[in-house]
């Protein structure tokens, strides 16, 4: 199967007079070289359920369906593309599995039999492409390995250090749950129509150790980064009270600390004393 033999997707595009809509956050991946790579960074997808996120006109959808995926299950809000991915339905022998809708919105374990963990390989619409995630690291078995396509800023902050400029709630939920590393950076001028920024895939392994509490951890995060230039004592203490100092220290962390030296593992300590101490099972002096 090779998806070479299919009209082009600029072709296609010309054809239905389609063009990408602002307010979708909507850019195209039209060369099919990238799309491939981008699958290849995925790992082996052969004979695996794989989940895609805003498809638009099927680039990467063609090269997910060549790399032997079975089903690719392919979200897609906008109309406008539903009859144009169809046509890949008889092409890949019945693979492809259109849903139109909000991929916010989306049950997606009531569309993936594989117990072992469906793949999601998407490039994302940037402005939803954090929500989701967000999403995505909450899921359960259904949900395996993640490749996802982000605004380069997006994925520096997924995968960022602590001390780092980019360090920051969005690095400590991703970490907490999975191993995230850059793959692929991909210039502007790689999409139709080509955005303001760079663009960048990041590949994200769930932990054998994945932090099970990620409600806990959103809460404490927020409140932690809020005021990120506050000290810890200061800024966790809108969440946690009177309480504050002492889970902190519970925690291993210094109530002097600021948020952005905090690292992930401590945050998890932290998030489980805060949730203990909100349901009356942690014992700490104010």
Not at 71 to 97: C, H, N, Q, T, Y
Request: charged content about 25%; overall charge neutral; glycine content about 8%.
């Amino acid at each position: 199967m090779n998806a070479d033999a299919l009209p082009s997707l600029k072709s296609l595009l010309e054809r239905e007079g389609l063009w990408a809509r602002k307010s979708l956050g909507q850019h195209f991946l039209l060369d099919l070289d990238l799309t491939r790579r981008i699958a290849r960074a995925a790992g082996d997808l052969a004979g695996k359920t794989v989940i895609e996120i805003g498809p638009g006109p099927g680039g990467l959808t063609r090269a997910l369906l060549e790399a032997g995926a079975d089903p690719v299950i392919a979200v897609e809000k906008d109309p406008r593309f539903i009859a144009i991915l169809a046509e890949l339905i008889p092409w890949s022998d019945g693979r492809l599995r259109i849903i139109e809708g909000d991929a916010s919105d989306v049950d997606e374990a009531a569309l993936v039999d594989d117990a072992l963990g469906a793949p999601i390989v998407a490039n994302l619409p940037y402005n939803v492409g954090t929500a989701l995630l967000v999403k995505w690291l909450k899921a359960g078995a259904w949900r395996g390995p993640m490749t996802l396509m982000f605004q380069l800023e997006v994925a520096e902050r997924i995968v960022a250090a602590p001390g780092a400029d980019a360090y920051g709630r969005l690095a400590v939920l991703a970490q907490a749950v999975t191993r995230a590393r850059i793959v692929l950076r991909v210039p502007p001028r790689a999409f139709t129509p080509p955005p303001k920024v760079a663009s960048a895939v990041v590949h994200l392994v769930d932990r054998a150790d994945r932090f099970a509490d990620l409600d806990a951890l959103e809460r404490v995060t927020a409140a932690a980064f809020g005021q990120r230039r506050k000290m810890l004592r200061s800024s966790f203490a809108s969440l946690a009270g009177p309480a504050s100092e002492s889970l902190l220290t519970a925690a291993g962390i210094a109530p002097t600390e600021r948020a952005e030296q905090v690292d992930v593992a401590a945050f998890c300590r932290l998030a489980t004393l805060w949730r203990a101490h909100q349901s009356g099972g942690a014992q700490v002096s104010s």
